[in-house]
């Protein structure tokens, strides 16, 4: 085998470099330098480049291939490890390992469990997100299929809507109007309102002014306590009556059989400032057996009160009345003559019998 120890190589005519019609085999730990360009038009087999790389490579690509790679890169197979500054054009295919950097455009396509962390995401992300989504600025404008919080949920602005047919709340104590600072002044006006369009807005909302709640709708329950203008009353068979103020109850009694004298005790009768300054209405009719059974004792809210009959005793209340047969009825009113409600021991009960209704 020859050797040739040059320092240049020229071509013929002295103006560019020679071609290797047949190839050039160099021996391992020398290498190919050109100030110029290095055109090879068959199969470059090298353990290196150093400098630009110009053209199609065709086959396997081991090692690192550091600077700007244009066009496309097909075919990759393996674990390839690409470390790129910046990728311009389309990315098919796919991506094994950690991608840094701005994407810019549509991931489509996704599967699996994919990792993503970003700083910015401009366009769309179309696919699963499975993990946290953390950083988030600006308006983004999020649609998901379902969406499972096991946290607390904070949401902040002027308006939320809940578009959707059924909405399912497990606490039994919804708590509107939440302020830093509650009171009556900021409950005013609050409640609830269902759209009623042309036909009008059904409200239940707090007036302040009025210390009660207002509707501009009738309610219609289920058990009326007044039917057609009528109270209800409850019916007791013996001695003893409870009357729950306007409750489920009646503020009426009417005793049948009775054995002995009524004992009448008025509960839920409201013990709040909202209540201060009222008076209370209730009655008993006793149904006469042969012997005189009247109602001489008054509790509210088992509390004791003593009546107060009309001509200052209850023989006097009695006098000319008929009370051995026929109906008695006995009006009780009950006036809060301090003001405070916080107490029943601050109402003064007063009676009044009507006798002989045959």
């Known amino acids: ?11 013929e005519a002295g ?30 087999t090298a353990g290196s480049f150093s400098g630009a ?21 097909t075919g990759l197979s393996g674990t390839p490890n690409i470390t790129v500054g910046t990728v311009t054009g389309n990315l098919t295919g796919n991506v094994t390992g ?24 401009t366009g769309n992300v179309t696919g699963n997100v499975t993990g946290n989504a953390t950083g988030l600025s600006g308006t983004p404008n999020i649609t998901v299929g379902n969406a ?32 830093s600072s509650p009171s009556n002044s900021t409950a005013d006006g609050g409640g ?35 039917i057609t203008g009528s109270e209800k009353i409850t019916r007791v068979d013996g001695n003893t009556v409870t009357l729950t103020y306007a409750g489920s109850s009646s503020n009426v009694a009417i005793c049948t059989n009775p054995s002995g004298n009524i004992t009448l005790n008025v509960v839920g009768i409201p013990t709040i400032s909202s209540f201060d300054n009222h008076a209370l209405t209730f009655s008993v009719i006793v149904q006469q ?9 008054v509790a509210l809210n088992g509390v004791s009160r003593t009546v107060k009959f009309a001509g200052g005793s209850l023989a006097n209340a009695l006098s000319g009345v008929t009370t051995t047969s026929g109906y008695t009825i006995q009006s009780f009113t009950g006036i809060n003559t301090v003001g405070s409600a916080s107490t029943t021991t601050n109402y003064e009960v007063f009676g009044i019998v009507s006798g002989g209704f045959f």
């Open 15 to 44: 103006t560019g470099a020679p071609q290797l019609t047949y190839g050039a085999s160099i021996p391992v730990g020398y290498g190919l330098t050109g100030a110029g360009d290095i055109n090879i038009t068959g199969v470059a």
């Open 98 to 121: 950690n991608v840094t950097g701005n994407v810019t455009g549509n991931a489509t396509g996704l599967s699996g469990t994919p990792n993503i962390t970003v700083g910015t995401v």
């Open 192 to 226: 609830l309102t269902i759209f009623g369009g042309s036909d009008g807005d059904k409200t239940l909302t707090y007036n302040d002014t009025k210390k009660a709640f207002e509707t501009n709708i009738a309610f219609a329950p289920n058990e009326n306590r007044f």
């Open 148 to 179: 499972t919080v096991t946290g607390d949920l904070t949401v902040q602005g002027t308006t939320t809507t809940i578009d959707t047919v059924n909405l399912v709340v497990e606490d039994k104590n919804i708590g509107i109007g939440s302020t």
């Open 289 to 297: 057996t042969g012997t005189a059974r009247t109602c001489i004792s």
């Open 53 to 73: 790389l110009t053209g199609n490579v065709t086959g396997n690509v081991t090692g690192n291939v550091t600077g700007n790679v244009t066009g496309n890169a």
């Open 1 to 11: 085998m020859s050797e040739i120890r040059v320092n240049n190589v020229k071509n």
